[in-house]
């Protein structure tokens, strides 16, 4: 499998303003770097196609509207004004776009790897797994209790009010609803992309389950 590695100094700093990529996580593994094993996060990119833009002066904002084609609609692709039904699309997601990135792309362009040839470090965001309902040592990682088997507080939340006011603070550490909540990690370095295959590497672990798909912003 060829890979190239992208070494270039990060002198542009990550902006949520910037465009982005859908990608869908495939699993994690381990590349060798050095003397090191480095783990990484294998996503795959599939063809985006660039569908519309929003201006400034029509919506109050700019931003770059990209579809994901499925498998069907690629292979029987003829023109493209002819297949802007929704049906043909498994995803549609809009990135905010800065006025010069603009021109970059037209309308009905493949937008894919080669976008992220000159960055080294992307910010990723998606969806945390869904754990359901946890109790407060799991969800916030609290330490056990006393060990000892007198001890009725192996994994129990302790004392959660106070004596005045005799109530349970606003944001109180507790159980309840765990996982499923948006999380954007930034500066994640891109280690190795192969373009025949459509998979990028980045380093550690990203948000989301296998098959997510997930946002990768640069």
């Known amino acids: ?36 094993f480095i783990p990484v996060t ?17 919506d109050g904002y700019e931003a770059m509207i990209v579809w994901v084609l499925t498998e069907k609609a690629e292979a029987e692709l003829k023109d493209w004004q002819a297949t802007m039904s929704k049906n043909l699309f498994s995803t549609i997601k809009e990135f905010p776009i800065m006025e010069w ?11 894919g790897l080669s976008a992220l040839e000159w960055d080294v470090k992307v910010v990723i965001e998606w ?10 040592m799991k ?12 001890s ?23 159980h309840g609803h765990h996982g499923d909540i948006k999380v954007t990690i930034k500066k994640i370095p891109v280690e190795l992309v192969n373009k025949e295959i459509g998979v990028v590497w980045v380093r550690w672990g990203v948000p989301g389950a296998r098959n997510s798909q997930i946002n990768i912003i640069f």
């Open 42 to 58: 294998l996503l795959k990119v599939p063809a985006l196609r660039v569908v519309w833009y929003k201006t400034l002066e029509k």
């Open 152 to 174: 009725k507080f192996h994994r129990a939340l302790g004392s959660i009010g106070n004596r005045k006011p005799t109530k349970v603070h606003k944001g109180k550490k507790m």
């Open 127 to 136: 969806f945390s797994k869904w754990k359901w309902f946890t109790w407060a």
């Open 101 to 111: 990135d603009i021109e970059k792309y037209k309308t009905w362009d493949i937008v």
């Open 139 to 150: 969800k916030h990682n609290f330490h056990w209790g006393p060990g000892g088997h007198g």
């Open 1 to 36: 499998m060829r890979g190239e590695s992208l070494t270039s100094d990060f002198s542009l700093l990550i902006k949520i303003y910037m465009a982005g990529i859908i990608a869908t996580k495939l699993e994690m593994t381990r590349v060798i770097k050095g003397d090191r």
